[in-house]
């Protein structure tokens, strides 16, 4: 029952059902499948997301039978309008294009119809329908792209129309699956996208027969597929006159069939035109028929002159070129205000049961077949639209200067029809583009209100992409209007439907802007709403991490003898980190020499270990191959240096692995491993040895290094010396030469030479160099007089209370040595001089 006349809708299915009253319920609350989630829909406190249980899905979809297409193309057909019927106009000289399309269209062939708006594309695909229904397996679809940018709707659609699935939206892996199936003629009527999302269209349904009816400015497929092309032009001269006499309903005179001819001339022969001049005429001639009469009664008796009688002449060429101003001018005055409103709505006329009251006449719900039969209108899939380049002419003579006014008017009419709960929202989906309209010409606190109440029932009728588009607007305009709690549930519906089609990133930013105005709001119920849709997110983000296998090594296949002794070493292999080589295994076990163990797999290898000896079963078992293992020798080594190889090999070679051979008695193999652990460990002492003395030997060479100029260093009987910074002052007094008698020089000695052998393993310390040196100090500032240069060797001291103590700090920085004496002390080191 309509709430708006109190008739009955014919949109509604007439019988019994349409009389039960509506159930009264506090909010329309719906619940739908979409993917692995179940999203309800709830008008009040948004809607709420969960995982599908499992088991609980609904399973494969069934396709529709013969009689269920039927009563499907039946309800895509536009409603019966009231008053005056409208007669179908009968196709024109289109016998040629319909014969080729039909033939192409059973060979398996896509076709593009490209003809320029009112050339009849609609009409043709009318009469395609009628003559394919028996060609493919699941019959003739059609689909509008009026308005659909991206192909994922008009997927979503052509599943819906094909499969029984009337409360379940299936995510996009599924859904391709799905329509691959899909075998049928798809008559695509005003087709807006192109390129790359006409390419993914057609290659997301490869057994599909597309007509593709388009305008010349749509772009074509980008990979240019095999799509024939069928070009729609003007009809001819006679074709022109057989459709304007047919509009009329009579003969033309010969001044109706020359303005016929120049009229074809300047509109190309384009049919719309000359439905358009048909109008004018029978409005003409209605126009004249009236005054004849009129003029047949008497006069009245207050009337003092008789009426002049006026004959309505031809339109001119200009008025039946761009005749929408003086059609509108001669249709009723409610047919004028659904013009005005259209206007307003970008072109969008609203269904006619809601013309009533956004008109506030009872009977301009008839205007919809008036203007239709005027040719102001035309079909776009069950509802009705401006004509092409109407609402331009209309526009210009000044119908538009109350769009604002109309605007909100229509969107709180549409506001409260929305959100009451005895309405569809199949029929809400139905008038999704006249309500997206509204929405966008109303002011800030209509578009919030009706914003609220149309999410929800679009979300109902799984027309995800107007419920997409209305809530954008609606967060927007509750915004700029300061609306905080609305614009958090925007922004909360917003998350989930990102949510629902796996965009991730934007479901997290959206919900947590939701959970913040909500927190800041206090609303604890729709915080913990958000929350748990946020929970969702980021277990599906987890998910969606490429996690590797459980990795399970396969225990090698030795002696029970050897196995004991491998085990610690298998288990052990899995707890170093990603890239980690393990240890090698015993020779001869038949296993790689080298296992890399990823580091998250730890506890899986730790758990098998701890198992014991739990069999493993062959699937759950991951074969490792090698990763550059070392080729070894199959015998014992007998030399140190085979010994020495075998620890410390120079390059890795490439991996070989040896065949398979039996496993050895228990007692040689035992005595092998021991006398191999015994060598290995001979080889680890020699090399630990070995190391020692050239780290000894690299220490005690790097003291000898000399520097070009050593600091000066002056020695006193009872207290250490320590170096002094390079460079003389001008306080300084020139160095003394020593004496040669007293100091003679000692002989140099091999460098690096030391007293003893260091202990292995540790740092020899280091001793002051024997190397005569032979340095020029620097004269001070104050004197004039040069200074010779002075050359000493170091002298050992007689003495044996003479001690060399190295400072700590000169061994760290400076390397050089300090020392302490009871008489004459002498202070060396390297680069330095010795100062009596």
Known sequence: MDRIQGQADPEEPSGGAAALPAPVAPARVVTLTAGDFVLTVNPVDGSEIEPLRPGTGAGRPAKRDAAARAARDAAAQPPVLPGAPVSARPLRAREEELERLVRLLGRGRSVRLTGPAGSGRSALLDAVAAQCAGLAPDGVVRLCGHGHQQPAELLHTLYATVYEASDARPDRIELLARVRDIGAVVLLDDLEL?????????????????????????????DDPHIEEVLLG???????????????????????????????????????????????????????????????????????????????????????????????????????????????????????????????????????????????????????????????????????DTAAEEARTAARHYAWWTGHTSVDPRRVAAEAD????????????????????????????????????????????????????????????????????????????????????????????????????????????????????????????????????????????????????????????????????RAPLARTAAGSAAAGARPVAPEAVTRVAPVVPVTRRQEPPTTLSEVFEDAFPLSPKPARVPAAAPAP??????????????????????????????????????????????????????????????????????????DPA??????????????????PGRT???????????????????????????????????SPSASAVPSPSASATTGTATATATGTGTATGPGTDTVQ
């Open 194 to 222: 192109g390129g790359a999302a006409l390419d993914e269209l057609m290659r997301a349904t490869p057994e599909c027969a597309y007509l593709l009816a388009a305008t010349p400015d749509t772009r074509g497929p980008s």
């Open 234 to 400: 003007g009809l001819g001269k006679d074709a022109c006159l057989e459709l304007l006499e047919a509009g009329v309903g009579r003969p033309l005179t010969e001044a109706e069939t020359a303005w016929a001819a120049d009229l074809r001339f300047a509109s190309e022969g384009l049919p719309l035109r000359f439905v358009q001049a048909a109008a004018l005429l029978r409005q003409r001639d209605e126009i004249n028929h009236t005054d004849e009469v009129d003029d047949e009664e008497e006069p009245g008796v207050f009337e003092e002159r008789p009426r002049d009688t006026v004959e309505v002449p031809l339109p001119t060429l200009a008025e039946g070129a761009a005749p929408a101003e003086l059609l509108a001018s001669r249709v009723s005055e409610s047919a004028r205000a659904a013009l005005r409103i259209a206007c307003a709505l970008g072109g969008e006329l609203p269904h006619h049961a809601h013309l009533p009251a956004l008109v506030g006449d009872t009977h301009a719900d008839s205007a919809v077949a008036e203007l239709l039969g005027c040719g102001l209108l035309t079909r776009v899939g069950p509802r009705y639209r401006l004509a092409a380049g109407v609402a331009r002419q209309l526009e210009e003579v000044g119908y538009g």
């Open 434 to 597: 006249a309500v997206l309209a509204a929405l966008g010409g109303a002011d800030v606190v209509a578009a919030v209100l009706l914003a609220r109440t149309a999410a929800p029932a679009f979300a109902a009728s799984l027309h995800w992409e107007a419920w997409d588009r209305v809530l954008r607007a609606g967060a927007e305009a509750a915004r700029k209007a300061g609306e905080v709690a609305e614009q958090a549930y925007f922004h909360h519906e917003l998350g989930v439907l990102a949510l629902c089609e796996g965009r991730l990133d934007r479901a997290r930013a959206e919900l947590e802007t939701s959970i913040g105005l909500r927190g800041a709001l206090a609303d604890k119920r729709g915080t913990v709403a958000g929350r748990r849709a946020l929970a969702l997110v980021v277990d599906r983000e987890a998910a969606e991490v490429t996690v590797s296998p459980p990795l399970r090594l396969e225990p090698p296949a030795i002696a029970p003898a050897i196995a004991p002794a491998v085990a610690p070493v298998a288990s052990s292999a899995a707890t170093p980190a990603a890239g980690v080589t393990a240890p090698a295994l015993p020779k001869g076990s038949g296993a790689s020499e080298a296992v890399t163990v």
């Open 665 to 738: 008695p228990a007692g040689p193999a035992a005595d092998s491993g021991r006398r191999r652990r015994a060598l290995l460990a001979g080889a680890g002492a020699l090399a630990v040895v070995a190391l020692g003395t050239v780290v000894s030997l690299a220490l005690a060479s790097s003291d000898t290094e000399q520097p070009a100029q050593g600091p000066a260093v002056s020695t006193s009987p009872t207290r250490t010396v320590q170096p002094s910074a390079p460079g003389p002052s001008k306080n300084d007094s020139p160095a003394e030469p020593s």
């Open 742 to 759: 007293v100091n003679p020089p000692s002989q140099p000695t091999t460098p690096g030479e030391t007293a003893g052998a260091p202990a």
């Open 764 to 798: 020899p310390s280091r001793t002051p160099s024997r190397r005569p040196q032979s340095t020029a100090p620097q004269p001070p500032a104050s004197s004039s007089a040069p200074v010779p240069p002075t050359s000493a060797g170091p002298t050992p001291s007689d």
